[in-house]
């Protein structure tokens, strides 16, 4: 299939190139050969000058249509120019884009570890709260140990008197047993006199 | 193999039996390249397939870019854990942990660069190593595992150095504690121990099932997943999953999942956490589940986040559990596709 249609396609690309957008260029240029060779085989002068006429105007509308196409080349250009402007900017805002991105995630960091202080800080706040509150432990311990001094005073008073009463008690028990042992000691001499009179009495005759 | 076979046609021997692997697979361990642009995915036959991500999150991604790019064998057992270094892959599972040069496997040469044991107490014993952790400070390796030690191995000598003991079960996962040269570890023993590198003992034990707040008697009192933040640390497993103030060892936050957790991460001011489940939930300090995102397994076993800096491209999240396939999440907010065995 390609060797033929070689020729035809570059037939075709030449006929596209040259007036692709069909706005009729083409025809009025072809026109425009025929008619000059019209003229120059016109015959009255009339029909020369008409087709002199028609000619001129053909002429001045393609100036008018190659005029429209300069223009429009000439727009072209600077549009091109307008975009690549535009993607240059385009292009600093996105590296900005990214660079604000990148600050963006180390203060999301930071954030984060604040955050997780902040936590640590509630977590161990929770439990200290668990704990009784130092000043009041150490009123209690105060007034604890107050308490124990007054009961180990109370104590030792106790114990003084409890010794008092014993040596007291003691000294009446002595005194107790010290008049048994002479009221005791009496009346064994008061027998034995009793005795030693009635042996006497019994043996009156010597 | 997703080809479409038209009814007629009996499928193969060999097409059935790698239908059933795939249906029966369940992938333990991730870890990214350091170049950021492959991940690497280890499942329980002891394979592992490295996946191009870039290739795979690209506008011309199709099909063949979400399969490996190359699967071998790595181990004979499962591969429970996996870490990257600058150059090389560390994989563990059943009591050996093996190493392979990243520059080697992408050029599909996959043969390993070493294998090693740690030092067991008895020679019978082959515990599987749950938990890899890198300390890059003193770069060494620490293995945790079947027999309830930490082992710490040098990278540059690859002899072991100290043996860590504690933990009266097997242990489940290990975090690094950056600023202390610390390691913690939760193990099925239910506590959670924290282990001073340099003096090579053990600072500070929290058991976890003893609080009220957080226990959970009928789910157990093993700790599954583990992650710190210097001063916090969050922990689940059977006991609901917590976040703890380190420095006076309080359950602040109790995040109401009833689901037991089977990983947990940090991540910006949130808290990534799967488990039982298809989800993975966000989680905000304060207790408030921010976001609960379906994913395509499931159950999830291991979240793996991508910050390399050398691939900003390539951040994303992937997630992997009791399925032959990754989800990777290139926001948050949703499922972007899964990569397949």
Known sequence: ?206 | MERAVPPTVPLGQMEVFQALQRLHMTIFSQCFSPCGKFLAAGNNYGQIAIFSLSAALSSEAKEESKKPIVTFQAHDGPVYSMVSTDRHLFSAGDGEVKAWLWAEILKKGCKELWCRQPPYRTSLEVPEINALLLVPKENSLILAGGDCQLHTMDLETGTFTRALRGHTDYIHCLALRDRNPEVLSGGEDGTVRLWDLRMAKEVQTIEVYKHEECSRPHNGRWIGCLATDSDWMVCGGGPALTLWHLRSSTPTTIFPMWAPQKHVTFYQDLILSAGQGPCVNQWQLSGELKAQVPGSSPGLLSLSLNQQPAAPECKVLTAAGNSCRVDVFTNLGYRAFSLSF
Not at chain 1, 4 to 23: W, Y
Not at chain 1, 24 to 42: H, M, P
Not at chain 1, 163 to 187: A, W, Y
């Open chain 1, 1 to 206: 299939m390609a060797p033929k249609q070689g020729p035809l396609d570059e037939v075709i690309r030449k006929r596209l190139l040259i007036d692709g957008n069909d706005a009729g260029d083409d025809r009025r240029i072809n026109l425009l050969v025929k008619s000059f060779i019209k003229w120059c085989n016109s015959g009255s002068q009339e029909e020369g000058y008409s087709q002199y006429q028609r000619m001129l105007s053909t002429l001045s509308q393609c100036e008018f249509s190659m005029g429209k196409t300069l223009l429009i080349y000439d727009m072209n250009l600077r549009e091109m120019e307008n975009y690549e402007k535009i993607y240059k900017e385009i292009e600093c805002s996105i590296a900005g884009a990214h660079e604000k991105i990148a600050e963006c995630k180390k203060q999301i960091l930071q954030a984060k570890r604040i955050q997780k202080n902040h936590e640590e800080y509630g977590v161990l706040a929770k439990v200290i709260q668990h704990h009784p509150d130092r000043h009041e432990t150490l009123k209690k311990l105060d007034a604890m140990g107050k308490e124990l001094e007054h009961l180990s005073h109370i104590k030792e008073s106790v114990e003084y008197k409890l010794e008092l009463r014993q040596k007291q008690f003691h000294v009446l028990l002595s005194t107790i047993h010290e008049l048994q042992q002479i009221l005791e000691n009496d009346k064994k001499l008061s027998e034995l006199e009793e005795a030693q009179e009635t042996s006497m009495d019994t043996d009156p005759k010597p």
